[in-house]
């Protein structure tokens, strides 16, 4: 049996992202795998610590052999800016 793995990095307070998309997402041909990055405060210290935690998630992710990786936080999305937001794709990409 085959199916699409959806990977998703979700920042460790979070709590809406695992319910929202299992909710939004009633294929049964689609599952949902979550890796956690540690986030301890919403401020600039705090997510610039939190995205250095994300290869590392994006690593155990890869071991399912996702078929694509989500990156669920907007805010650790926007923080930065355009060419960071590139620079880490590319990272993970690699």
């Known amino acids: ?3 699409f793995k959806i990977g998703v990095i979700i920042p460790s307070s979070n709590t809406t ?3 929202e998309l299992n909710r939004a997402i009633r294929e049964p041909e ?4 979550s890796s956690r990055i540690m986030l301890r405060e919403v401020t600039l210290k705090g ?5 250095r935690e994300t290869e590392r998630a994006a690593m155990e992710l890869s071991t399912i052999n ?3 990786i989500a990156y669920a936080c907007t805010t ?3 923080f930065k800016g355009r060419t960071t937001i590139l620079r880490l ?5 690699a």
Do not use: F, Q
């Open 17 to 19: 992202v695992e319910r």
């Open 89 to 93: 794709r590319g990272e993970l990409n």
């Open 76 to 78: 650790g999305s926007l």
């Open 47 to 51: 997510l610039e610590e939190m995205e």
């Open 66 to 68: 996702p078929d694509i």
């Open 1 to 3: 049996m085959t199916w």
């Open 30 to 33: 689609v599952t949902i795998h």
